[in-house]
């Protein structure tokens, strides 16, 4: 027959319905798959044949129904075990479930048997299934990405993760090449054609098609063992060995860590790790073969910045966390996703935090993690953890900050409520009980129930079943005999304010945890109701934080007066309790509960603050108010707030300086990225500052990768670009076009969004569309753009409508993962009604693409309003006049 991609047959599939779940049908059941490929680098295709064992479960099968996409089918039989071989007398296709159905002329006996496939795939260059990826002088390797449902795009395959079976995967390529796959290497011999190859590789243990993977190429290798034997190798292309030692000794430690935290020792006995220069995600936990983008795996121990060196750590503790957590034992279906992604985000700071005690990552953690999930979940469009999900497709719009972020932080609050003895034991009893199958959420409760007791799925479902977060409001406090009494009410947090009918309905099982100025009560008491009272031993006059040590991810607003307590010692406070203090702050003041003019005395109030992830919360809270401000009419209270900003940053800001010192530990160089990024927008017109990034600046252009520290490289590029000319501009993105190093270029693509001239910023985002600009960085440019101000949200708005076909091309068709980023894009720093129309007026005239990104699309618009009514309210409040800053000219 035609190869089916050249024929256009449509059916409607028979599927298994389970409840709202659309799956394949159960009356066979996959066991093992033996796995052939010869890719070709020549043509971008392979050719392939895979043989199923199969056990055919039900009686009167004369139809098996598995998936592909984009593979042509050339011949096909089922052999029952100990009978002749049985040829498929038809197949069909149903192109929007990717489900091929097989149609026998006889019906299949119950038992054992094999279905042989031979089929031939493309060697795609859309970063899906199997696919090919570009390095050095037009030099290609070939590699996978199979998750969430694309190893339907390299073979045929019961392609669901709750579908577990074993696998033998063999290759023929040129003998030139190395491959590599999910376990060691069993065989090579040469093949009988001239040149090349045959490969083959010992068998896989039991697991979810979308956890296979293999990769074909040049590749260099530095490799260690962990104390329990384990070979782990760190893999990348030719010319790139000396930036692998960091993420080696890192997943050595971190492997040997989870051994013993899960008291399962690892059950493969190799770990590769690659970097990958083509890759739609960060990373990607396929067992036994980690795969990479370069820009998350790679670093120069003697150069990196402090940022990137945590990132590469958290990522590779994130990863192998998988390993057990998704890999091991996996969820039954995708609206358990978060097992998989939550899990490993607790984990990525917990195993971090063990290895590397001295960047007090946990304050990173808050700062960055817990803040994304409670900004996402503040919104109406925001969805639970734990989503309802039909079709397979749907699972791209959850891979987002609720199922990372926010499924982290609820591992985080159930660990502070259990400690780490329960919290460890009910761990390994469910990995015990469950290894090598899949499990629901219920699943993880009744593992932590069981050896602690404490009611878990019942406070629980409440954080996983629901969408949002509380609002705790300490609406009144009285102190009496060394206590002081709190009356505590909780309501829907939500980021515009707004409250609706059935909203105080909504509650939560919600921990408290309480600090004062005597340290930490470690009592956790319950708020199960709207309403209760919650008496903690406090000294009279004493300061009192809700939610201390930010476990939970909650808002919490306090009276006048315990604000003001907690303001005037909030340097007793840890940096993690600052951070929230701040942050709720913030959020508080965006949602209308709380006066600008509360908020700004807060950040103002912190100057001689020191700690880097503090500052970070100090730079994200300023830029965001300060980005309102700049939209009023009048720019005199910009202008000012800046000036403030500016002043409480000089004395640190001096101190730090723009280099790297002697004893200087990662925080510190930390701190020094965080404050010369404020530098750029806080003191762009001080002659100091210009005249010192015109230094460094010429240091960069004579070399680029050492001339000057990576800690303040994006800031200099960022001012010099925001005071330069064209030529300037051109002379850095040629800079970008001569080095494939990731971070420089991600480090040019921030800087060149800085220029004031909007004819650049046009041709910044019509050139992420080019080929210099990799299909999984295009992203980053109209982010960039977006968060630039100076006209950059509209630019970014009017360049997605001149230019949505190519944009859709690149990247819709690729990964619409990354596809919602550009969807983000669409709203970012708008704030106004008009706007928000205008954007979902846009989305919705693209019907086939606005319903597989409605979910973005409403968390967008909804972001534009909610940015709508903060500028009202800036707009009614005194910090929009003149006359409020003239408290702070003198000082």
Not at 150 to 170: G, L, Y
Not at 699 to 724: N, Y
Not at 747 to 764: G, V
Request: proline share 4%; with cysteine.
């Amino acid at each position: 027959p035609l190869p089916l991609w050249l024929k256009e047959t449509v059916v409607r599939c028979r599927v298994f319905a389970m409840s709202y779940r659309v799956l394949l049908p159960e009356n066979v059941d996959p066991t093992h798959y033996d796995l052939t490929l010869e890719p070709d680098f020549a043509s971008f295709d392979f050719r392939g044949k895979v043989v199923i064992d199969l056990d055919v479960k039900a009686a009167n099968v004369k139809e098996i129904q598995l998936h592909a996409r984009a593979v042509a089918i050339f011949a096909a039989s089922f052999t029952p075990d100990g009978g002749e071989a049985i040829e498929v007398e038809s197949w069909s296709m149903h192109n929007p479930t990717d489900v091929l159905t097989f149609g026998f002329d006889k019906e299949l006996a119950k038992g054992k048997g094999k279905l042989t496939i031979d089929f031939r795939g493309i060697l795609n260059d859309q970063m899906a299934g199997f696919y090919r990826s570009k390095y050095g002088d037009n030099k290609l390797m070939a590699v996978t990405q199979f998750e969430a449902i694309d190893a339907r795009r390299c073979f045929p395959c019961w392609d669901e993760p709750a579908r577990k079976a074993t696998f033998d995967v063999s290759f023929i390529v040129d003998t030139n090449l190395t491959v590599i796959s999910n376990m060691p290497e069993k065989h090579c011999w040469a093949h009988s054609v001239a040149g090349k190859k045959h490969v083959t590789f010992l068998t896989t243990p039991k697991m979810s098609t979308y956890l296979l993977a293999f990769c074909v190429g040049e590749f260099e290798f530095i490799q260690g063992l962990t104390k329990d034997g384990i070979l782990m190798r760190i893999l990348a292309v030719p010319g790139k060995t000396d930036q692998l030692q960091f993420a080696l000794k890192t997943a050595i430690r971190a492997l040997d860590f989870y051994n013993d935290f899960f008291k399962i020792p690892f059950p493969l006995p190799k770990c590769d790790m690659i970097a990958v220069p083509d890759f739609s995600a960060g990373a990607m936990e396929n067992w036994g073969l980690i795969t990479y983008r370069e820009g998350a795996l790679l670093c120069d121990e003697a150069t990196v910045s402090a940022t990137l060196k945590q990132r590469i750590a958290t990522v590779i503790t994130h990863e192998l966390a998988h390993q057990w957590f998704g890999n091991l034992v996996t969820m039954r279906w995708w609206d358990d996703l978060w097992l998989n992604e939550g899990f490993a985000n607790w984990s990525q700071t917990f195993a971090a935090d063990s290895l590397f005690p001295e960047w007090n990552i946990w304050q990173s953690y808050v700062s960055q993690e817990q803040a994304q999930a409670l900004l996402l979940d503040s919104l109406r469009s925001s969805h639970p953890i734990q989503v309802p999900i039909a079709h397979a497709k749907e699972v791209e719009e959850v891979f987002d900050a609720i199922s990372y972020c926010k499924g982290g932080s609820v591992v985080r609050m159930i660990f502070r409520v259990l400690g780490l003895q329960k919290f460890q034991e009910g761990l390994q009893l469910y990995m015990n009980t469950h290894k090598y199958d899949n499990t629901e959420t219920t699943d993880l409760w009744a593992a932590w129930e069981k050896v602690s007791g404490v009611e878990v799925g019942t406070m629980m479902k409440t954080w996983t079943g629901k969408m949002g977060y509380p609002l705790v409001k300490v609406t009144g406090f009285s102190e009496s005999g060394g206590n002081m009494t709190l009356e505590l009410e909780q309501q829907w947090f939500l980021a515009d304010g707004s409250v609706e009918a059935a909203d105080a309905e909504v509650t939560w099982v919600i921990p408290l945890i309480t600090g004062t100025s005597d340290g930490a009560n470690e009592q956790v008491q319950m708020m199960k109701e709207k309403k209760m009272s919650l008496t903690v031993p406090a000294k009279a006059g004493s300061w009192l934080k809700l939610n201390f040590g930010q476990h939970v991810p909650v808002r919490v607003q306090y009276p006048k007066e315990l604000i003001d307590r907690l303001s005037k010692s909030v340097q007793d406070l840890a940096p993690e309790d600052r951070v929230g203090l701040l942050s709720d702050s913030f959020a508080l003041c965006k949602a209308g509960l709380s006066d600008p003019a509360d908020m700004v005395s807060l950040l103002l109030g912190l100057q001689g603050e020191r700690n880097d992830n503090v500052w970070k919360e100090i730079k994200q809270s300023a830029d965001a108010l300060n980005a309102r401000l700049q939209n009023l009419s009048d720019p005199a209270p910009s202008a000012a707030f800046k000036a403030q900003i500016a002043r409480i940053m000089r004395p640190i800001f001096k101190e730090i300086g723009w280099e790297t010192r002697p004893g200087d530990d990662d925080n510190t160089k930390t701190l020094r990225t965080v404050l010369t990024a404020m530098a750029g927008t806080y003191l762009a017109e001080d002659d100091e500052v210009k005249s010192t990034a015109a230094q460094l600046y010429k240091r960069f252009e004579e070399d680029v990768q050492k001339g000057i520290s990576q800690d303040v490289r994006a800031p200099v590029l960022g001012i010099m670009v925001a005071s330069g000319d064209k030529a300037q501009w051109e002379r850095l993105r040629e800079l970008h076009n001569a080095n494939d190093e990731p971070t420089l270029r991600r480090d040019i693509y921030s800087a060149l969004s800085k220029s004031k001239d909007s004819k650049l910023k046009d041709t910044m985002l019509d050139w992420s569309l080019e080929d210099a600009v990799r299909s999984q960085d295009m992203v980053f440019l109209p982010i960039a753009v977006a968060g630039s101000g100076e006209g950059g949200p509209q630019a970014v708005f009017e360049w997605l409508q001149r230019s949505f076909d190519r944009i859709y091309d690149r990247l819709g068709t690729t990964s619409m993962i990354l596809f919602n980023h550009v969807v983000r894009c669409s709203g970012m720093g708008h704030a106004s009604e008009d706007m928000a129309v205008k954007v979902e007026q846009f989305w919705q005239s693209k019907p086939k693409i606005y319903e597989m990104t409605k979910k973005t699309v409403a968390q967008t618009i909804e972001s534009v309003r909610t940015n709508s009514k903060f500028l009202s309210a800036i707009q009614k409040s005194s910090v929009s006049t003149t006359d409020y800053w003239q408290q702070y000219s003198k000082l």
